[in-house]
C-alpha cells in the first residue's frame, strides 16, 4: 500500500521559516495537499494541488513538490502556527495521509 | 456559508453497529463527492470512504471493505455511514468532508465513535 511519511516533530523559533517534508513514491505527480489541525479542532486546508493557497489562507504558507518530496513551508513562523500539519495524496482513488508532524513555535 | 454537522456517534460494543449521519448546507451537495476521514484517539487522521455524487462509485480503505458502507441522499443533503461488527480499533473521531480539486475543503466538527464493552 502507498505510504507518506513525514517528520514527527519540526521546531521553530517565531519569526523564522520551518519546513515540513513529506515524501512517497511519485509525490510529486499525485496532487499533494498539506492539512493543519489545531488542538481539538478539526483540519484546515492550507495547501492543495502541491503549491496553491485557498483564500483565507496567509501568504506565509507555501508548498512546493520535487520527484518524490513535497514541502509545506511556513514563512515568518507565528505562534498561532504551532499545530499539527499532514500532508495527503491519492493512490487508485484510495486517500492517504502522512502520519503528522508536530510543529513547534519555541 | 458551508457547514457539515455530523451526529450519531456514541458508544458501542465490540461486534454492534452505528450509523453516522452529516448534513450538509451551505453548498450545491449533489455536485461534489463527500467524504469520511476518522482520527483516533491521539493518533493521525485516516481517510475511511469516499463517494461520488450520484453515489455511481465508492471507495474504502482496506480495514472497514466489507464492514461500512457509505451512502447518500442528495435530496436531503445528507452523508451516512453505516458500520458494521465494529471493534476496537474503529475507536476514533469521525469527520464528514467535501471534497474538491483532490483536497477536502471543509470539514464537520466530528462525531466520537467509542467501541468498548
Known amino acids: 500500500s502507498y505510504e507518506l511519511t513525514q517528520p514527527p516533530s519540526v521546531s521553530v523559533s517565531p519569526g523564522q521559516t520551518a519546513s515540513i517534508t513529506c515524501s512517497g513514491d511519485?509525490?510529486?505527480?499525485?496532487?499533494a495537499c498539506w492539512y493543519q489541525q489545531k488542538s481539538g479542532q478539526s483540519p484546515v486546508l492550507v495547501i492543495y494541488?502541491?503549491?496553491k493557497r485557498p483564500s483565507g489562507i496567509p501568504e506565509r504558507f507555501s508548498g512546493s513538490t520535487s520527484g518524490n518530496t513535497a514541502t509545506l513551508t511556513i514563512s515568518g513562523t507565528q505562534a498561532m502556527d504551532e499545530a499539527d500539519y499532514y500532508c495527503?495524496?491519492?493512490?487508485?482513488?484510495?486517500?492517504?495521509f502522512g502520519g503528522g508532524t508536530k510543529l513547534t513555535v519555541l | 456559508e458551508v457547514q457539515l454537522v455530523e451526529s450519531g456517534g456514541g458508544l458501542v460494543q465490540p461486534g454492534g453497529s452505528l450509523r453516522l449521519s452529516c448534513a450538509a448546507s451551505?453548498?450545491?451537495?449533489?455536485?461534489?463527492?463527500m467524504s469520511w476521514v476518522r482520527q483516533a484517539p491521539g493518533k493521525g487522521l485516516e481517510w475511511v470512504a469516499n463517494?461520488?455524487?450520484?453515489?455511481?462509485?465508492?471507495y474504502y480503505v482496506d480495514s472497514v471493505k466489507g464492514r461500512f458502507t457509505i451512502s447518500r441522499d442528495n435530496a436531503k443533503n445528507s452523508l451516512y455511514l453505516q458500520m458494521n461488527s465494529l471493534r476496537a480499533e474503529d475507536t476514533a473521531v469521525y469527520y464528514c468532508a467535501r471534497a474538491s480539486s483532490s483536497s477536502w475543503w471543509n470539514w464537520g466538527q466530528g462525531t466520537l465513535v467509542t467501541v468498548s464493552s
Open positions: 495527503q495524496a491519492w493512490d487508485s482513488s484510495t486517500g492517504v
Open positions: 511519485e509525490l510529486g505527480d499525485k496532487y
Open positions: 451551505g453548498f450545491i451537495f449533489s455536485s461534489y463527492w
Open positions: 494541488h502541491g503549491t
Open positions: 463517494m461520488k455524487q450520484d453515489g455511481s462509485e465508492k
